[in-house]
């Protein structure tokens, strides 16, 4: 079933919202990209964390 454009709309906000919250409790830049990897690869279907290059 095709998640309709609001239903992204919210996602996408609860997303973004939930990675400020755990990017002000870091300060290292690595730690906030493996954070950033994490979330999205949890919570979307077709993220792979592994094009993650440094």
Do not use: D
């Not at 079933?1 to 973004?16: G, V």
């Not at 755990?22 to 979307?44: G, R």
Request: with cysteine.
């Amino acid at each position: 079933m095709a998640e309709t454009n609001l239903n992204l709309e919210k996602r996408y906000a609860r997303l973004y919202h939930q990675l400020l919250t755990l990017l002000e409790k870091s300060p290292l830049l690595l730690s906030q990209m493996t954070t950033v990897c994490a979330l999205l690869h949890h919570k979307l279907n077709l993220f792979s964390g592994q094009v993650f290059i440094f």
